[in-house]
């Protein structure tokens, strides 16, 4: 296995850790941060089983899920999840998701984090089209998506069974030919 590591101004990524289960619940067990996700708050055992699952997943040839920390890059606290998932049948591309603790949000972080990815996607994996999802709602996500020179594409109806019902997507996607002219 490779060592992922990508490092920005003001955040890092590294592969995640057994140890980052508990710091990983600050974001996927808070109801203001899964607010936007596909899933309700998980208990910390269930977000001990998301971190044994991914890295399991980075041990696996070929490597198709990148489940990497945020790490704030001044004193290297866990911050934040990112997640880069390669599709099978379409090496070249991959989808991403993300997520920051509270306590983050409106500092451009999620923007820096956008383009940390597109790095890594782009320049150590070689992909070609990298996509993420967001719920409609989601007017940071569509901010920080924008912003890092991603482009919207549409909208998927009922594209995600959330728990308060099906929920529409819209997608947003960077190439890289355009996205290394930037």
């Not at 490779?2 to 995640?16: A, H, M, Q, T």
Request: hydrophobic share 45%; charged share 25%; proline share 6%.
């Amino acid at each position: 296995m490779c060592e992922v590591v990508c490092k920005g101004e003001r955040l890092w990524l590294r592969e995640v850790t057994e140890s980052d289960a508990a710091p990983l619940h600050a974001i996927y067990g808070d109801p203001a941060a899964t607010q936007h996700m596909p899933f309700p708050p998980r208990t910390v055992g269930q977000v001990a089983e998301v971190v044994r699952e991914a890295v399991a997943a980075a041990a696996e040839k070929p490597r198709r899920l990148y489940a990497l920390a945020v790490l704030d890059a001044h004193d290297r606290s866990v911050i934040g999840v990112a997640r880069l998932h390669i599709d099978a049948e379409r090496p070249h591309c991959a989808e991403i998701g993300l997520g920051l603790r509270p306590d983050h949000w409106g500092r451009g972080m999620g923007t820096d984090l956008v383009r940390l990815l597109l790095t890594f996607g782009f320049k150590q994996l070689g992909l070609h089209r990298i996509w993420g999802a967001r719920a409609p709602a989601n007017l940071p996500a569509q901010l920080a998506m924008l912003t890092a020179g991603m482009v919207e594409e549409g909208r998927l109806r009922h594209h995600v069974a959330a728990p308060d019902g099906w929920r529409d997507s819209v997608i947003h996607a960077a190439i890289e030919d355009e996205w290394r002219g930037r």
